[in-house]
């Protein structure tokens, strides 16, 4: 069964730093893409933000993101990392980690499965 468990979320003042880390069990983590979405209301569809492929050979952003956000991976340690700088009350909201093929894949489909996600607020 692949699980995905974030972690890192909380309180933030505009301008700070979080760091968002995703825990990955269940799947061969070296053969699948890894990405970033987050949902700003529950009401409301969950945004892709950021994504890296297998090798972390490439990535993509999200506009309102690129230039602060930074995503990375650890094979190793089945981990992926979202590293988020220069934040802004409108980066508030749920981040969850997201799995699938390829970056094409994950854009098209969203995840193949979800964690619970990681509650990230941002103060003006």
């Known amino acids: 069964q692949v699980m995905l468990m974030e972690s890192g979320g909380g309180l933030a003042q505009a301008g700070e730093s979080l760091r968002l880390s995703c825990a990955v069990s269940?799947?061969?983590?070296?053969?699948?893409?890894m990405g970033w979405f987050r949902q700003q209301d529950p009401g409301k569809d969950r945004e892709y933000v950021a994504?890296?492929?297998?090798?972390?050979?490439?990535?993509f952003y999200t506009a309102s993101v690129k230039g602060r956000f930074t995503i990375s991976r650890d094979n190793a340690k089945n981990m992926v990392y979202l590293q988020m700088n220069s934040l802004k009350p409108e980066d508030t909201a749920v981040y969850f980690c997201?799995?699938?093929?390829?970056?094409?894949?994950?854009?098209?489909?969203?995840?193949?499965?979800w964690g619970q996600g990681t509650q990230v607020i941002v103060s003006s």
């Open positions: 997201a799995i699938g093929g390829d970056l094409w894949a994950i854009a098209i489909n969203g995840s193949d499965y």
């Open positions: 269940g799947r061969t983590f070296s053969s699948v893409a």
């Open positions: 994504a890296i492929d297998r090798t972390a050979s490439r990535t």
